[in-house]
């Protein structure tokens, strides 16, 4: 039995709660006298809508969609971390990306898929607004209509407010392709090293994604010794791409493809910074930003490589020795941590290890690891 709510939402009435109605009913029927009983239908429960699908085999069909957003960099649908150490230019280079992606352009002669960008400037909004200007002033936009840029300058507890984030982008009438996190650590109210915090943080970066079935690119930070991404492993277990950035010996922006989920890692992306002269303030003085510019990735890779930390080093020096028959992954653990390298971590040996791939110094074969020769 369906009954009307008074906010004519249909409410299904209980089996028992039926049966009770119907007996109030002839006995009611009975009193007046007009001898009809009322009969008993067992409510039919209505399914409930689920998520849940399930494709049969031969229905699986392989799909034409580009699977990247900037080819070999950023992934059509996506978490995307990109990671290192303070004042390296990450927040310059993702910036002049996403705009990139924004007009629709090519990066570094590579394929673009044009879209809505969202950044969210957790920090720095001040600076923001000057890195708009001399992006404004330095290249010539000619676009049919506004551009589809949408700065988020208010810093969020992206757990708490990530509703309301995707709340305000869909007010925009747009489907967003790129939502830009800057930085992890000013929009997580928790720790980064708790597995639990940075698991609500990542739960809150995927609802954006499946809303937009967009690609998400979280700034952050690099722990202390600078091999990985500071705090809680579950980010980069999480994360479908992660890119490193850091600043060589010339103080070229070197971006390096750690890891692509569908995709081959290593690719160098070499930038410098040009600064800007974009106004002044109300005292007169000059305001002034930087400007992304490409420059020689070759230099930058073989530097890159060279740029190992003396763990990273050390590491490598044990399967150096190996020669060319390398180690098992075990040998190779086990002499790691003589030199007391994982002793406390084992994850710190999976880092080193993906770290000395990425930078193509070792390779994996059937038997173990090994030294690329030259």
């Not at 992206?158 to 309301?164: F, G, M």
């Not at 930058?300 to 930390?309: E, I, N, R, V």
């Amino acid at each position: 039995m369906i009954q009307t709510q008074p906010n004519n939402k249909p409410h299904l009435v209980s089996d028992t709660e039926f049966r009770t109605r119907v007996a109030e009913m002839n006995k009611e029927n009975g009193r007046r006298g007009n001898g009809h009983a009322a009969t008993y239908e067992r409510p039919v429960p209505q399914a409930k809508e689920t998520r849940v699908k399930l494709v049969p085999f031969d229905e699986i069909k392989l799909g034409a969609k580009s699977r990247y957003l900037v080819k070999g960099i950023i992934p059509r649908e996506g978490l995307i971390v990109a990671w290192g150490p303070p004042k390296c230019g990450k927040s310059f280079w993702i910036f002049d990306l996403a705009m990139h992606v924004a007009l629709g352009w090519r990066y570094r002669d590579r394929r673009v898929q044009q879209g809505a960008v969202v950044y969210c400037a957790f920090e720095g909004q001040t600076g923001i607004q000057a890195r708009v200007e001399a992006f404004r002033q330095t290249f010539p936009i000619e676009m049919d209509g506004p551009v589809p840029f949408y700065l988020q300058p208010v810093t969020l507890d992206l757990v708490a407010d990530h509703a309301e984030l995707i709340a305000a982008i869909k007010r925009q009438q747009t489907t967003a392709v790129l939502v830009v996190l800057d930085t992890l650590n000013r929009s997580l109210r928790g720790s980064e090293n708790d597995s639990k915090d940075m698991a609500a943080y990542i739960a809150a970066a995927d609802a954006i994604r499946e809303a937009f079935n967009c690609a998400v690119a979280i700034v952050h930070h690099c722990g202390i010794d600078g091999t990985r991404p500071r705090g809680s492993t579950a980010l980069s277990g999480a994360v479908d791409a992660q890119l490193a950035v850091k600043r060589d010996a010339t103080d070229a922006i070197v971006v390096e493809v750690e890891f692509q989920k569908d995709g081959a890692a290593g690719d160098i992306i070499a930038s410098r910074l040009k600064v800007v002269e974009v106004g002044k303030d109300e005292d007169g003085e000059i305001i002034s930003s930087c400007v992304i510019e490409p420059t020689d990735p070759s230099q930058a890779s073989q530097d890159c490589k060279l740029q190992l930390s003396k763990n990273q080093r050390t590491v490598f020096e044990i399967l150096h020795a190996a020669g060319t028959r390398g180690l098992t992954i075990d040998e190779w653990n086990d002499k790691a941590k003589e030199a007391g390298i994982g002793t406390k971590r084992r994850a710190d040996l999976t880092d080193i290890r993906l770290a000395l791939r990425a930078k193509g110094l070792i390779y994996e074969h059937s038997g173990g690891w090994s030294v690329k020769q030259p």
